[in-house]
């Protein structure tokens, strides 16, 4: 897990959000492929140039934590659209959570000095660095327990910073959407994430994983069902809400890297294919080195 101290240590938890899914019969995964119910997300840019050494070091890292066993969970992500940069992607469960992660993290490093070193030699590489934490909003989304995890291969992500006191017109526009989904049956689903720590509220995410780079063709294809499904009315209330409520969306997409990832046995065993790429012996005593010094992560 890649985790800014400084930012997490101030962090708290006071959201609850109530459960209204889909009335359909859908089939629902197992909760360790499922989206968690709290993501920390870092965003990380690299210097020019060094993203070879990067990948080397970041490889060799999630190798050496496979072979411990250690009990914390991120995927890494490498973007395909906009700026360079790489997107960590860490489930998590409570904010408690993560209080267990700083003592697994305190004891490993202590046991495992080469394992604090190169996690320096990684934060040396950072130019900059955003953290946020998010959590699950149950009450918004589309057919959003049926997403597995473990078959996803990319992310589209869509984020919503909204007007100050404009969150009711985001969840009416995204009922609305999700009704207009379930109208024309689609088999793409999403969830969404409200930002709890570390950008201005109210912010929005919206995930799609997705197994194929196709299903944005299935998106596009679908988007004028997807208008008539809404009804004129609906499909003008949400332009309205968009040109009043939403302060900025960016889409953003994204490609898994498992080699660079570091997830449970169980949920790796869904697909051992692509979780858990070869590595050698003893990737610790082959790490690359760099002469950066290191340095301490940005607060976003």
């Known amino acids: 897990m890649k985790i800014n101290w400084s930012f997490l240590a101030v962090a708290s938890l006071s959201l609850v959000w109530a459960t209204s899914l889909s009335a359909q019969a859908e089939k629902i995964v197992n909760p360790v492929m499922a989206p968690p119910k709290m993501l920390l997300l870092v965003h990380q840019q690299f210097q020019a140039g060094k993203a070879g050494v990067r990948q080397k070091l970041e490889v060799a890292s999630a190798r050496a934590y496979d072979r411990l066993n250690v009990p914390v969970s991120w995927i890494d992500l490498q973007s395909i659209s906009g700026a360079p940069e790489a997107l960590f992607f860490d489930p998590l469960d409570s904010f408690e959570e993560l209080d267990k992660d700083f003592a697994v993290f305190g004891q490993l490093f202590a046991a495992h000095p080469e394992l604090a070193r190169m996690q320096e030699e990684i934060e040396a590489l950072v130019l900059s660095e955003r953290t946020t934490i998010a959590v699950r909003r149950d009450d918004l989304g589309y057919r959003a ?61 919206i995930l799609l994983p997705m197994s194929a780079l196709r299903q944005n ?25 968009a040109r009043e409520a939403y302060a900025s969306t960016e889409s953003a997409l994204y490609v898994i890297s498992p080699e660079m990832s570091h997830v449970s046995k169980e949920f790796a065993a869904a697909d051992p294919a692509f979780w858990t790429p070869k590595s050698s012996a003893n990737p610790i005593a082959t790490k690359p080195k760099t002469s950066a010094e290191p340095t301490a992560k940005q607060n976003p």
């Open 145 to 205: 327990s049926t997403i597995d995890l473990s078959k996803a291969r990319f992310l589209r992500m869509l984020d919503v910073r909204l007007h100050p006191g404009r969150e009711g017109d985001f969840v009416e526009a995204f009922k609305v959407l999700s009704a207009a989904y379930e109208k024309i049956a689609s088999d793409t689903p999403w969830v969404v994430y409200q930002i709890n720590v570390g950008l201005p509220s109210p912010a929005f995410l």
């Open 217 to 241: 063709d299935d998106l596009l294809d679908r988007a004028q069902s997807l208008r008539e499904a809404e009804g004129q009315v609906g499909f003008q209330r949400m332009q309205q809400i």
